[in-house]
């Protein structure tokens, strides 16, 4: 089951075989049935983006759900962000917190960022930004560029953390040079600033 799943994920990416996510979708399914975790939620991804496969939030979130109450970090927070977007579901902040701190308990560095930006704005959990501060640091040190970049901006406004602005360059720095457009132009602004 683990073959066929890797199989799908060579025809996702057209790596040894000519890109065909429809194929990829048969791979990841004949995996998924068998309660390969990895592959139910890459089933899900298909669904929620319709790649291989017509869009349906709804078989996203079952397929999500499978591999999360399995302790699939990636569906965990997948399912999380489909609780925080409505899509197949009704939208619930607190299911969304739930499944994120379940995958962010676990490391997933996505998780954590998305967890520490609910501690940011309140949203199903008491605003704390210092906890958001947290969150944003574990996904940080992980080396996820929306993290570093986030962190950064708490540097820089003194939200959670005492206000630092060459702290806040070097996490905007190392999201910058991951490629991180918004971190690029939060550097440029720190540079109009300090000029």
């Known amino acids: ?11 996702q990416n057209g790596y040894g075989v000519e890109l065909d996510r ?3 979708f048969e791979w990841y399914m004949k995996s998924a049935k068998q309660d390969n975790a990895e592959a139910q939620c890459n089933v899900g991804y298909m669904y929620q983006y319709g790649y291989g496969v017509s869009r349906d ?13 399995q302790g699939h970090s990636r569906g ?3 399912l999380g962000i489909m609780y925080r977007n409505g899509n197949g579901v009704e939208q619930d902040d607190s299911m969304a917190v739930y499944w994120y701190r379940k995958a962010a308990e676990q490391g997933n560095d996505n998780a954590q960022c998305n967890l520490g ?25 992980q080396g996820y560029a929306i993290a570093q970049c986030n962190l950064g901006f708490m540097y820089e406004n003194g939200y959670g953390v005492e206000q630092d602005t060459n702290t806040a360059r070097e996490w905007y720095e190392n999201a910058a040079e991951l490629g991180y457009a918004d971190a690029q132009s939060a550097l440029e602004r720190l540079s109009e600033i300090s000029e």
Request: aromatic share 14%.
């Open 1 to 11: 089951m683990r073959g066929q799943n890797n199989l799908g994920w060579m025809n």
């Open 57 to 69: 939030y709804e078989k996203a979130v079952e397929w999500y759900r499978k591999a999360a109450d």
């Open 76 to 78: 965990q927070n997948s």
């Open 22 to 24: 429809a194929k990829a």
């Open 117 to 141: 930006w609910m501690y940011e704005v309140g949203k199903g959990v008491e605003k704390d930004k210092a906890k958001a501060v947290e969150w944003y640091r574990k996904s940080a040190e």
